[in-house]
């Protein structure tokens, strides 16, 4: 049954949810047409009585500032906040950003804000540059991670010599090196021991024609040999892209090696679960013989 107020203060809002301010759209049409009652507020009723908020966030934030009344149905399924707001529009990597920042779910995620905020690196870029160490799990995508409140930043080491890195090429005029197959070719050299971004840096602002925006990853790693490589005498050119190739393979062979101690460990859990269960029954079944 749909019910109407305009007691805001009997509503609490979920712990997620997207930045609301964003709404000009929604207001636009709400001061036209007021609330529609076709779309009420979805709200469950907590344990101490109160309406939480689970579908309208957006709606109920526009009539509180308009100062209309607001239709509401109270539900007692389980569906999750997640997929209400998702029949509306996909969450961006930024929409959990915001939500994870405004309800201070970790400090990473203020940590995160001021890495952007000193390099203009894009937010998918910047998680993966600090979501880096030990901790990171090859089975889930570290976006997803990013999602479900669970960034973990071990060591902002890498990040920032990237950041830096980045920060000295567009100063210095390249504007591409912000796109993410340039940082993401970057962080495969700076983890090879004997890669000097410095020289890099010099090597770029001296030859211009010759450091160029390129379509992929790996057209960019070729790119960077060349320039870093160029008018060096033999004995100081480096195989920059071989080089990100073997460290690469030493990495995935790492954590293979991780995931298959992993693998194992959890299985011999499982045996020792299952002896602990078995071995009364079957010394009960001893003793009947």
Known sequence: MIKWTNNYSIFDTTYINRNVEATATLRASMERSGFIPAYPLDVQKNKNGRLVVRGGHHRLHVAKSLGIKVAYVVTNDIETVYSLEGTSREWTLNDWFVSHRRNRTSHDYEVLARFLKRYPIPLSAAIDLLHDGPGTTQHIKRSELFKRGELSINDPSLAIRIGETVCGLRDSGFDFVKKIGFISALKDLCRIPIFDERRLVEKARRNRSRFTNQPTKKEFLAMIEDVYNFRSVARDRVPLAH??????????????????AIQKKEKNFVIDIFERVSAPIRRKATISE
Request: glycine share 6%; proline share 0%.
């Open 243 to 260: 080089l990100s190739e073997i460290q690469k393979n030493e990495a995935n062979g790492k954590q293979k090696t991780r995931d298959q």
